[in-house]
């Protein structure tokens, strides 16, 4: 889906990765080969694939938000993240964790 952007917004995206096969490991990322070798490892193991451990977490309740103030700054628009992604800011973040067993900030 193709979303407006002006230039900065643009600039943002392009630094970004683009869905969770995109994800670098580390700063040397090997020419791109690295998040190929690490699937094809955990594969190789029997471990679920990144995608399908979020859609597991999702499933059985856990509750991903994305950071509204982050996504406006960066002009990551709602309709880029993956289903299931609420909006929140700091509020809802610190009301979420009040109450539950365990969070994460990243």
């Given amino acids: 889906m ?15 990765p683009r ?14 080969a690295e998040p190929k070798m690490i699937r094809a490892i ?4 029997g471990n ?6 979020i859609q597991s977490a999702i499933d059985h309740g856990v509750k991903i938000v994305a950071c509204q103030m982050s996504m406006d700054i960066m002009g990551i628009k709602q309709e880029e993240l993956i289903d299931g992604v609420e909006l929140g800011g700091v509020a809802t973040f610190l009301g979420s964790a009040e109450v539950s067993d365990m969070s994460l900030f990243i």
Avoid: A, D, P, W
């Fill in 2 to 16: 193709e979303v407006k952007k002006n230039f900065i917004e643009k600039m943002f995206g392009m630094m970004m």
């Fill in 19 to 32: 869905g969770t096969r995109k994800l670098k490991l580390s700063q040397m990322n090997l020419f791109g």
């Fill in 42 to 45: 955990m594969k190789q193991k």
């Fill in 48 to 53: 679920s694939s990144v995608e399908e451990l």
